[in-house]
């Protein structure tokens, strides 16, 4: 079963930036669609951003433009830069293949607030 670690959510105000980084256990980056998920309470997890094998990215209309989705093959981590961020970004963010197969993981969570 494949691991995936994410880190570096947190506080950050309204127009700020943050990393997050996925740390898969094993190399999958090759063989699997990756994607970034968020869920807010209340709310269903959703696909926000995802990335094909051959590095092509896609995003959902409300973090196009704001949110970059990229890998790095030798030390299998998954990034999502995301700036300019807003009060609705906040949420649990994870990271899996996009459909999905590994176990969710514990996620870190964002939270967008003045």
């Known amino acids: 079963q494949v691991q995936l670690v994410v880190s570096g959510g947190g506080l950050v105000q309204p127009g700020g930036s943050l990393r997050l980084s996925c740390a898969a256990s094993e190399r999958i980056f090759c063989f699997y669609v990756m994607g970034w998920y968020r869920q807010s309470p209340g709310k269903q997890r959703e696909l926000v951003a995802w990335?094909?094998?051959?590095?092509?990215?896609n995003y959902v209309e409300s973090v196009g433009g704001r949110f970059t989705i990229s890998k790095n093959f030798d030390e299998n981590i998954l990034n999502l830069q995301m700036n300019s961020l807003k009060p609705d970004d906040t949420a649990a963010y994870h990271c899996?293949?996009?459909?999905?197969?590994?176990?969710w993981g514990q996620g870190t969570q964002v939270t967008v607030s003045s």
């Open positions: 990335i094909s094998r051959f590095g092509d990215s």
């Open positions: 899996n293949s996009d459909p999905v197969v590994w176990d």
